[in-house]
């Protein structure tokens, strides 16, 4: 079982940014691709990002051109960099690897 941690959320104005990181306990972490799903309150949990142990990334329509993915494997970690932030963004977000998940990072946005 790899464990991850999330951080980077916080209250931010629409049109903000922040950054996301979803650190891994173990190294398996770094051969495997990651995603980033998001929960707002109310609705199912979606799919955001994509990222693939070689670096490609996908991502849902929605973020298109407002969140990229990238991963530092020297550091474990995954990170999710997200601007031009809108109210519709709030919501729980996670990291995935496999069936691993984190406990999520609160991202909330205002209007």
């Known amino acids: 079982q790899v464990q991850l941690v999330e951080s980077g959320g916080g209250l931010v104005q629409a049109g903000g940014s922040l950054r996301l990181s979803c650190v891994a306990s173990d190294r398996f972490f770094n051969i495997n691709g990651v995603g980033w799903y998001r929960q707002a309150p109310g609705k199912q949990r979606e799919w955001v990002a994509t990222?693939?142990?070689?670096?490609?990334?996908n991502y849902a329509d929605f973020v298109k051109g407002r969140f990229t993915v990238s991963r530092d494997n020297a550091k474990i970690t995954v990170y999710l960099q997200m601007t031009s932030l809108r109210p519709e963004d709030t919501a729980v977000y996670y990291c995935?690897?496999?069936?691993?998940w984190g406990q999520g990072t609160q991202v909330t946005v205002s209007s």
């Open positions: 990222i693939t142990s070689g670096g490609s990334t």
């Open positions: 995935n690897m496999r069936t691993n």
